[in-house]
């Protein structure tokens, strides 16, 4: 049940785009789609972003998007807002568990 | 609304034991499976251990097989999380999750606010 890599740190200005990287294995990211999203800010519980890869819940803005291809699954944010600097999670299916991803903390420059 | 609230965390002793409390509302509780994830201080989000909708099945992370118990009671709306023989590595603030779908296939839709767990003698 090791955690999903994603790297530390991503930024970007107002109105750029970014990309959140969540690398895994065959096991989990490879080998379902069933990976999700999740913003938390500060001191906030978490909020579902992207669900099954590349589904949005009903709410949350178009300029949030998913992707995978093989074992990397990624998170797309265009037109950057400052609303959108927090920290960002992925999580994955594996073999009977549930993992999630290392976080990455989205700065707006 | 769908509302979530988690109760009972508070300092307990390394060894010790303490249940945890999740409060449903504004969903039907029994048609949903349910998860706790927890976040240490200043670290990342861990799954802790799912139940399905009807408490039939039980599913838990590796680092707290055979210490901790996941349940629930559906008249009364409320998951419980059972914690034992308690370590400085389960510190964290615990949170209660709503699932949709698949017990672990599934997408964790809301989230309480949390309740934290410090452990410290």
């Known amino acids: 049940q090791s955690a999903l890599t994603q790297p530390a740190s991503v930024s970007g200005s107002p109105g750029q785009s970014i990309t959140i990287s969540c690398t895994g294995t065959s096991s989990d990211v490879g080998g379902y789609n069933y990976v999700s999203w999740y913003q938390q800010h500060p001191g906030k519980a978490p909020k579902l972003m992207i669900y099954?890869?590349?589904k949005r819940p009903s709410g949350v803005s178009n300029r949030f998007s998913g992707s995978k291809s093989g074992n990397t699954a990624s998170l797309t944010i265009s037109g950057l807002q400052a609303e959108d600097e927090a920290d960002y999670y992925c999580s994955s299916y594996t073999s009977s568990s549930y993992v999630f991803g290392t976080g990455t903390k989205v700065t707006v420059l | 609304e769908v509302q979530l609230v988690e109760s009972g965390g508070g300092l307990v002793q390394p060894g010790g034991s303490l249940r945890l409390s999740c409060a449903a509302s504004g969903f039907t509780f029994s048609s949903y499976a349910m998860h706790w994830v927890r976040q240490a201080p200043g670290k990342g989000l861990e799954y802790v251990s799912a139940i399905s909708s009807n408490g039939g099945s039980t599913y838990y992370a590796n680092s707290v097989k055979g210490r901790f118990t996941i349940s629930r009671d559906n008249s009364k709306n409320t998951l419980y999380l059972q914690m034992g023989s308690l370590r400085a590595e389960d510190m964290a603030v615990y949170y209660c999750?709503?699932?949709?779908?698949?017990?672990?296939?599934?997408?964790?839709?809301?989230w309480g606010q949390g309740t934290l767990v410090t452990v410290s003698s």
């Open positions: 099954d890869v590349s």
């Open positions: 999750a709503r699932v949709v779908a698949g017990i672990l296939t599934g997408t964790l839709d809301y």
